[in-house]
């Protein structure tokens, strides 16, 4: 099995761990991965402010980039729902789209659904609040929405319950915003900040002592209020979590 | 006009009025009301799904059913008009009154009237107008438009209600109990109930194989409103439209269980031509909503049913209000109809959405609400009204992404130095980012440096 | 009738007919729709959650010891009745022009058609009745309805629903309001009180 990774251009920059520590769980799978220094970013912010002419040649990019891989996997549902959900209007009519789009997953949904990973070696005994990340959940559907009427699941729970000695936070809203939400974060900076407030609030009353989710996106602006409001809460995206990091 | 700034109103809200705790959770608790009705129904995705499947037929032979429901409805007695524009809706209603020498008006709640703006078209020509569910009287008291469209006063704190009750009805001041005022607005309402001369009402659906349409309420108010006087003025929005009677079994399932929780609206009235000796008149609008229908990333929005779940998910809406929108229907459902009419005056609204999907999943009839939302910020960007911040911020990242070289220079460069800049500098006013949020903490090396001196180059 | 404002409707017809919309099947409606083991208590159920009241009768004969027994219906100075030989009325709906005469009425028994048990809601209509007020004026409501009309979900109901009359419609319990603060409040504009008689 050969993977090409996809490492967002944020995480590269600012939270390169979370990159290794995708690295080291695909490793111990024995998988062959290929990093092209090439790729750069999905066009995520760009097209989601509307920029689509700006956002194109990046969609045409990262096709190149990934073309001979035979996965692509990247720690982010928010760029991967991008590629799956909205390289269509980038790429109208693109005969290599198809494939691309199919052969593209979250880490986490790579592990449940094409690996299908049945334990993991290590224990991680915190009780840990799993923040399940929007794009992840309604547009890549890695697990059950409150709003619609399903059989319960998260692929990123699933996983994590595999540690040892883990303990699941159980929050007042399940899947509620964080409110991070791209450039949304500083266009709507006070209505932004009172979601991340309201959401740590909730793990606080609810005991979590590691934050985590399947983007770091939304942890960054998170763990930004977490660290002005010296909260004693971790924050660790769950690749690292589930490469065996120490949550120190 | 100027332009509406969502976020500049949004922050007033929450800072300046202190008020968006509390509106989240009022609003909160409906929205767990409906999970909790939603989830007594197993075929709930089933209904879902064939409600839209009817919106979205009836889209596409709307000019017919259009046809079928005039001929229906004259059949049964109604008399019915058609309205291209608000101004000409506006006109329609005043002739009719006028014809009638109606000089008092009780009308239910209506967003169409709201859209039109016909409550100041009546007034200024002497003509009374009670809004007579409880809510709209209430915000018409206070001289504001609804902030909600299915809880127009949600914004409004009970001892609110009380004073402004104190000054109009006369209640006792300082009372702020909902029941007491609630039987106030009761006695004040059955008077102008009595003493109209014409009711108007909205139209929920009207059936196009019968000419049949229905109003539904939980105060009672349209039907009290229609029974009374001699003169009934139904409003509707072409899209109101659906083909067969039973195909309300699939609305009325899912209208109020979105809207409020309840398994249906206490008072589901059919209305099939006119009272005996009475008038009817269905006034058909256009509005804005035929454009709407051409193109083909917004027709969804038509399925609309305003039953206002989206805005009871909406994790913005609820934080923000709905006079931060600055429209008739706030929230996600306006933030798309809004701009699709006027982009330049509406370009704020699209942007006021984290793009957390919720209310594409909270809606009865489907509608992909946060993809239209996103589409709509390039239409935003097309027609120019992108501020030149955003829109050259995006195009010089768009130049850096691409080129690698680039790229990580200014990424090692920005690592670097970050750290050594005084916090003062960066936590600057310019920096909306870190008003309440620390910046992330730079690393030494980014993932492709680290990968590199591991792996080498492969 | 048809209106004289010609140029809005062709106006409005052509710019419809102008797009291109692409055609969705209309659906037959003939899925799993939620049927209840006993549709009699799901609907007992349905209504006392709207804050309806249901008394079960073993005949008609028993309904006017039952309705003595209600305050509002004891109290009420002025009562009229849809249910023939019932209700004691005080007042003739049919005998009056002017529906305006119905605005002191306390008390109105009522005749349903048809109960839901996924809603609690009863179909009634103005067939042989003058004045459609009576179902919104009444200060209270009695309403007569038989156990084997009763339906699971509101598909079914409207599969038995014959529209022929003037006016129809679906009542889900006493008239309600949450506009202030969202605190529920019984008695909005309607009837303050909805007790349903139930007939085997």
Redesign the interface.
């Known amino acids: 099995m050969q993977v090409g990774l996809f490492i967002p251009c944020y995480i590269d920059q600012l939270y390169p761990q979370v990159g290794m520590a995708t690295v080291e769980i695909l490793e111990r799978l024995q998988i062959d991965i290929r990093f092209c220094e090439a790729q750069i970013c999905c066009g995520q912010p760009m097209a989601n402010t509307g920029c689509n002419d700006d956002a194109a040649p990046l969609a045409r990019d990262f096709l190149k980039n990934f073309a001979d891989d035979q996965y692509v996997v990247s720690p982010s549902g928010s760029c991967v729902a991008m590629v799956r959900h909205h390289y269509d209007h980038l790429l109208p009519d693109n005969a290599d789209l198809p494939a691309l789009k199919s052969k593209t997953f979250e880490l986490c949904e790579f592990l449940t659904d094409v690996v299908q990973v049945e334990q993991f070696d290590h224990a991680f005994p915190h009780q840990v609040g799993l923040h399940q990340s929007c794009h992840g959940l309604r547009e890549l559907r890695m697990g059950s929405c409150s709003e619609r009427v399903e059989p319960a699941f998260s692929k990123v729970r699933q996983l994590l319950a595999k540690l040892d000695g883990i303990r699941f936070s159980e929050l007042r809203r399940q899947d509620e915003c964080c409110g991070f939400g791209g450039t949304f974060a500083v266009n709507e900076e006070s209505v932004s900040c009172l979601m991340g407030l309201d959401r740590i609030a909730d793990h606080e009353s609810a005991g979590t002592e590691v934050l985590t989710a399947a983007d770091m996106s939304c942890l960054m602006h998170l763990q930004g209020l977490i660290r002005r409001q010296k909260k004693n809460m971790k924050v660790m995206h769950v690749a690292e979590i589930l490469a065996g990091y120490p949550a120190e | 006009m100027h332009a509406i700034e969502?976020?500049k109103e949004?922050?007033e809200f929450?800072?300046s009025r202190g008020r968006?705790?509390w509106h989240?959770s009022?609003l909160?608790?409906?929205r767990a009301k409906r999970?909790k009705a939603?989830?007594s129904?197993?075929?709930?995705?089933?209904l879902r799904e064939?409600a839209s499947?009817?919106k979205?037929?009836t889209?596409?032979?709307?000019?017919d059913y259009?046809?079928k429901f005039?001929a229906n409805a004259?059949r049964?007695g109604a008399?019915?008009?058609?309205?291209?524009t608000a101004d000409?809706h506006n006109r329609?209603v005043m002739e009719i009154l006028q014809k009638h020498g109606a000089k008092k008006v009780v009308k239910s709640k209506s967003m169409l009237t709201e859209e039109c703006h016909l409550n100041p078209d009546l007034e200024a020509a002497g003509i009374e107008v009670v809004d007579?569910?409880?809510?709209e009287r209430?915000v018409q008291l206070r001289q504001e438009p609804p902030s909600h469209i299915v809880?127009?006063?949600?914004h409004?704190?009970?001892a609110e209600?009380g004073e402004v009750f104190h000054q109009h009805l006369g209640t006792d001041a300082g009372a702020d109990d909902?029941?007491y005022?609630?039987?106030a607005?009761?006695q004040h309402?059955?008077e102008k109930?009595?003493a109209a001369d014409a009711g108007i009402t909205g139209v929920n659906f009207a059936v196009a194989e019968?000419g049949?349409f229905v109003v539904c309420t939980?105060?009672?108010?349209a039907?009290?409103g229609t029974?009374?006087p001699p003169v009934h003025i139904a409003c509707m929005g072409?899209e109101k439209l659906i083909?067969?009677?039973?195909?309300?079994?699939?609305f009325?399932?899912l209208l109020a269980r979105s809207a409020?929780g309840?398994?249906?609206?206490?008072?589901?009235?059919?209305?099939?031509?006119?009272?005996?000796g009475c008038e009817l008149?269905i006034i058909?609008v256009?509005n804005g909503r035929?454009?709407i229908?051409?193109r083909e990333d917004f027709?969804r929005s038509l399925n609309c049913i305003r039953c206002g779940a989206c805005m009871n998910?909406c994790?913005?809406y609820r934080?923000?209000g709905g006079h931060s929108y600055g429209t008739t229907v706030p929230g996600p459902i306006g933030s798309i109809l809004a701009p699709a009419r006027d982009p330049g005056q509406h370009h704020s609204l699209?942007?006021?959405?984290?793009?957390?999907?919720?209310c594409?999943?909270?809606c009865p009839v489907k509608i992909d609400l946060?993809?239209q939302l996103?589409?709509?910020?390039?239409?935003?960007?097309?027609a120019g009204h992108?501020p030149a911040l955003?829109?050259w911020g995006?195009?010089a990242?768009?130049i850096v992404?691409?080129r690698?070289w680039l790229?990580g220079f200014l990424?090692s460069v920005?690592?670097k130095l970050l750290p050594l800049i005084p916090r003062p500098l960066i936590y600057n006013r310019m920096n909306?980012?870190g008003?309440?949020?620390?910046?992330?903490q730079?690393?030494a090396?980014?993932?492709?440096?680290?990968?590199?001196e591991r792996?080498g180059?492969? | 009738m048809v209106a004289n404002n010609k140029s809005d409707r062709t106006a409005i017809l052509n710019a419809i007919r102008q797009h291109e919309v692409s055609d969705v099947e209309l659906p037959d409606l003939n899925a799993d729709w939620i049927e209840y083991d006993s549709p009699l208590e799901q609907f007992v159920q349905s209504l006392e959650s709207v804050g309806g009241r249901v008394v079960r009768l073993e005949s008609l004969d028993q309904l006017g010891q039952e309705l003595e027994k209600l305050d509002s219906f004891a109290t009420a100075k002025v009562r009229c009745s849809l249910v023939a030989g019932q209700g004691s009325p005080t007042f003739e709906l049919n005998q009056v022009d002017d529906p305006h005469d119905l605005e002191d009425i306390d008390f109105a028994l009522l005749s349903a058609e048809l109960g839901v048990a996924e809603n609690g809601a009863v179909w009634m209509t103005d067939d042989g009745v003058r004045h459609r007020a009576v179902f919104f004026i009444a200060q209270h409501l009695g309403v007569l309805l038989s156990a084997s009309q009763i339906v699971s979900n509101l598909h079914q109901a409207y599969q038995r629903l014959e529209s022929s009359t003037a006016f129809g419609l679906f009542m889900s319990g006493p008239s309600k309001t949450a506009d202030i603060e969202q605190s529920l409040v019984i008695g909005a504009h309607g009837a303050r009180s909805l007790t349903l008689f139930l007939l085997p």
């Not at chain 2, 129904?41 to 089933?46: G, V």
């Not at chain 2, 809880?151 to 949600?154: D, G, V, Y």
């Not at chain 2, 699209?350 to 919720?358: M, R, Y």
């Not at chain 2, 996103?374 to 097309?382: A, D, F, N, Q």
Request: proline letters at 6%.
């Open positions: 969502h976020a949004a922050k929450i800072e968006a705790t989240d009022a909160w608790f409906v999970d939603a989830q129904l197993p075929e709930w995705e089933i064939t499947q009817i979205q037929h889209a596409s032979r709307l000019a259009l046809e005039e004259t049964l008399t019915v008009h058609w309205a291209a000409e329609i007579t569910d409880l809510g209430i809880l127009p006063a949600i409004i704190k009970k209600v909902p029941d005022l609630t039987e607005a009761r309402l059955r109930f009595c019968t049949e939980n105060e009672g108010n039907d009290l029974s009374l072409i083909p067969r009677q039973k195909d309300l079994g699939v009325l399932r409020t309840q398994p249906i609206t206490t008072y589901s009235s059919h209305f099939r031509g006119p009272r005996s008149h058909l256009d035929s454009s229908l051409g027709r998910t994790p913005v934080r923000s699209p942007f006021a959405c984290s793009l957390c999907g919720s594409t999943d909270v946060h993809h996103l589409t709509m910020r390039g239409e935003v960007k097309k992108l955003k829109r995006m195009w990242m768009g992404l691409r690698n790229y990424g920005g690592r909306m980012w008003r309440q949020r620390e910046l992330p730079t690393p090396k980014s993932f492709r440096q680290l990968y590199r792996y180059r492969k």
